[in-house]
């Protein structure tokens, strides 16, 4: 079996989070890059069914600038056996069109049975890109699963849907996107660390998947504009000596919020 | 059949019951600020065509669809309108099943895409979808280089809502794409049926910590709520604590809210957190660590045990309310 996870390079939610005012895009200078937790997830239903069916092979690919090498490896030092890391100046501001057929097209090179990937990036908030994806390579599609088994000829689970959970069934190739309800990735000890680098790590072009660019190919979304909102400010603060919630209650009044 | 100048099609959200979903109000009521609605049910009852008309669709357009296939068949109801109506726009609510079916109306029909609006108007060159970006922290806009939106809209952040409107019912011819469709079971509800407040688009939301220590004593929580009319949220500690489901969570990985009043109890305020709730109007935060920062975005602040705090706060609302 080989599993393609897909893994993404964002900015720590732990820091300062910012958007270029010019451009609109991340402003990767700020603050810390980490590999986003969700596809750490992924990749961790990925190794557990490569625990114990040892013919797995487990494929991390990612679509991010140069600079994004270092997450890569982290994928390796994971567990995965190698990587394939999409690199290409043109991919800057690449919106989700864009973004999902560059990845089909580095997926189809590498023909897997399934394809996992987080249900929503921290950064981007798409959640969108596995569905699309599935329409790309005709594979089916079982998105937001809280529960992952992976059989031979197929993957059930059980989605999360908008109304309540369903189980449901997925014959092979399938994309599958999963919820932060699976457990985090295992940690990366030395050892692994080390191996990691080793491991293959294929870097790959636009030109080397066939893949235009070309505003004028298709559609694609940009940013018009872009605006940084004012931080809140602390307000009131009191120690409860007995009569706080009197005095929360009288704030409320004033504020008409009862 | 011919249909309204300036269309804009509209993806109704059904329920497992056949009704419509919460959003249809907000997504039409969005569509109509930018030009006529036409919606797109899969799948509904006959109530569902009615409450889509009296949301203010000047067109329905219905398709039979397949609960136990996932996906494929409301993509290919939405492809045949699409191809049919030909609109300035498609809204489709970001709900989980939202965003799968515009991801792939996108790719077939090579359009661009715009996720998680909490707006949408009209300018000179087109139709423009508004975002809030790293929890409100900054705005955007986007729009395409050409051709036709999908935008996802985000649930409950759209306030405006269309007249009711006598619509036309027509049943669509859907051509099977032939595209295979995950084996889908059927629904069961995480939750009983509640008289509270849904937590998407509420005005106020009551949300609980690790604070509250299990989830027994996150009852506390819920009385506040009720206390208020509010609606129940929950940080991501207390969910993965099992004190609540996760679709209460409010935070980067759960649901953004932007209530005209926040309480934050027991919840010590990391910034995932913050990224759902700190839009609020007005937020009030109970936190026995006074450096605990969520005081940094409250406007009202107490530092004080919950256990002694929160049951006089329901007391004195109680005793207002008689
Ligand atoms: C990628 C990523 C995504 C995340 N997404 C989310 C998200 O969507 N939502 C989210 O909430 N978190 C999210 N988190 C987790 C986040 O970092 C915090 O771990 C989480 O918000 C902590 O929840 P908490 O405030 O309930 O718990 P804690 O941080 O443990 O805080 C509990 C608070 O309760 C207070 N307290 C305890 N007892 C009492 C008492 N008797 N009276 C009064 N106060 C008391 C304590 O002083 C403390 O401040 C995410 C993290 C990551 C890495």
């Known amino acids: ?258 | 059949m011919g249909y309204p100048e300036n269309p804009i099609l509209v993806v109704i959200d059904v329920d497992p019951a056949g009704g419509v979903a919460s959003s249809t109000g907000a997504l039409i009521g969005a569509a109509s600020t930018i030009g006529a609605p036409v919606a797109l049910i899969v799948g509904g009852n006959l109530g569902a065509t009615d409450a889509a008309a009296i949301a203010g669709a000047q067109v329905v357009l219905t398709a039979p669809g397949d609960p136990a296939a996932l996906t494929v068949p409301i993509t290919d109801a939405l492809q045949a309108a699409y191809r049919q109506v030909k609109p300035d726009a498609v809204l489709i609510s970001n709900s989980i099943a939202g965003r799968d079916v515009a991801g792939r109306l996108a790719v077939r029909e090579k359009l661009a895409v715009s996720v998680d609006a909490i707006g949408v108007t009209r300018d000179q060159e087109g139709i423009v979808a508004h975002h809030s970006v790293y929890g409100g922290s900054f705005l955007t806009n986007s729009a395409p280089t050409h051709g036709t939106p999908v935008i996802t809209v985000r649930q409950g952040a759209v306030g405006a809502r269309a007249d009711a409107a006598t619509a036309t019912v027509e049943e669509l011819q859907v051509p099977a794409s032939g595209a295979v469709a995950a084996v889908a079971g059927e629904i069961t509800a995480v939750e009983q049926a509640s008289s509270r407040p849904e937590l998407r688009g509420a005005s106020k939301v009551v949300s609980g910590g690790r604070g509250l220590g299990s989830k027994e004593q996150f009852v506390l929580v819920e009385q506040l709520a009720d206390a208020l009319g509010a609606a129940i949220g929950g940080s991501r500690a207390a969910v993965d604590a099992g004190y609540i489901p996760y679709a209460h969570q409010v935070g980067q990985t759960g649901v953004s809210v932007s209530p005209q009043l926040y309480v934050a109890v027991g919840i010590s305020g990391a910034i995932q957190h913050r990224a759902g709730m700190q839009t609020a109007k007005t937020i009030v935060a109970i936190n026995k660590d006074g450096e605990a920062p969520i005081f940094d975005i409250a406007d009202f602040g107490i530092e004080g045990d919950l256990f002694a705090v929160v049951p006089q706060i329901i007391e004195a609302l109680e005793a207002r309310k008689k």
């Open chain 1, 1 to 258: 079996m080989k599993i393609y996870v897909l893994v993404k390079e964002v900015p720590d939610t732990y820091g300062d989070r910012k958007l270029d005012p010019e451009t609109g895009l991340t402003d990767r200078a700020t603050g810390d890059v980490v590999l986003d937790e969700i596809t750490e997830r992924a990749l961790e239903v990925a190794l557990c069914y490569a625990d114990e069916n040892p013919d797995t092979d487990v494929v991390a690919l990612s679509m991010s600038p140069g600079s994004a090498t270092a997450s890569v490896r982290r994928a390796l030092a994971i567990g995965a056996a190698s990587a394939v890391h999409i690199v290409d100046e043109d991919l800057r501001g690449a919106d989700l069109g864009l973004t999902a057929e560059t990845l089909a097209a580095a997926i189809r090179r590498g023909e897997p049975d399934l394809v996992i990937a987080g249900n929503l990036s921290t950064d981007g908030s798409g959640g969108m890109i596995p569905a699309m994806l599935a329409e790309h390579l005709g594979y089916v599609q079982a998105t937001a699963l809280s529960a992952v088994e992976i059989g031979a000829n197929s993957v059930t689970g059980t989605r999360s849907a908008d109304a309540g959970t369903q189980e449901v069934a997925a014959p092979l190739p399938a994309v599958i996107s999963i919820t932060e309800a699976l457990p985090d990735a295992r940690f990366p000890n030395l050892k692994n660390t080390m191996a990691a680098k080793k491991k293959p790590l294929e870097v790959l072009s636009l030109a080397d998947l066939g893949v235009s660019a070309d505003p004028a190919a298709a559609p694609r979304t940009i940013l018009t504009a872009v605006s940084e909102k004012p931080p809140r400010a602390a307000g009131i603060k009191i120690t409860n000596d007995g009569d706080a919630a009197g005095q929360l209650v009288e704030f409320l009044m004033q504020n008409k919020l009862v």
